[in-house]
């Protein structure tokens, strides 16, 4: 997301990522330490429905304002990736309810690869 700011004209030194989470709770978690140490008064979050459940999730209890978006399907392509996405999610956002996270990154990296593989194929 960084380079796609930069590279659409946003300065670098306007663009603050973290680089420490690896899934929604933790990639939330981190940018309210940056909200924080930027005195940052709203956040706009891009994402998927269900990262948007997760982080409204993760922001109740913050100042940040909230905004999201919604998918344009121009084609049966792009309902099929939504539809993956959203699936991918579902199990993802299961997963986190009965498993440790150790164990539930493990087999949603499993599950990414997987779908990964299958889709060089098609």
């Not at 940018?31 to 994402?47: D, G, M, T, W």
Request: net charge neutral; hydrophobic share 45%; glycine share 2%.
């Amino acid at each position: 997301m960084s380079r796609y700011l930069i590279d659409n004209g946003i300065p670098p030194d306007r663009v603050i990522y973290d680089s420490l989470s690896y899934n929604t709770i933790t990639n939330c978690r981190e940018a309210l330490k940056i909200i924080e140490s930027h005195n940052i008064k709203s956040v706009i979050a891009v994402s998927a429905p269900l990262h948007i459940f997760r982080i409204s999730g993760e922001l109740k209890f913050s100042n940040a304002s909230f905004a999201s978006y919604h998918y344009v399907f121009l084609s049966f392509k792009d309902y099929w990736d939504f539809f993956k996405a959203v699936h991918h999610e579902w199990i993802s956002n299961f997963l986190s309810v009965v498993l440790q996270d150790e164990a539930r990154n493990r087999l949603i990296n499993i599950y990414a690869t997987i779908r990964y593989n299958v889709e060089k194929v098609l």
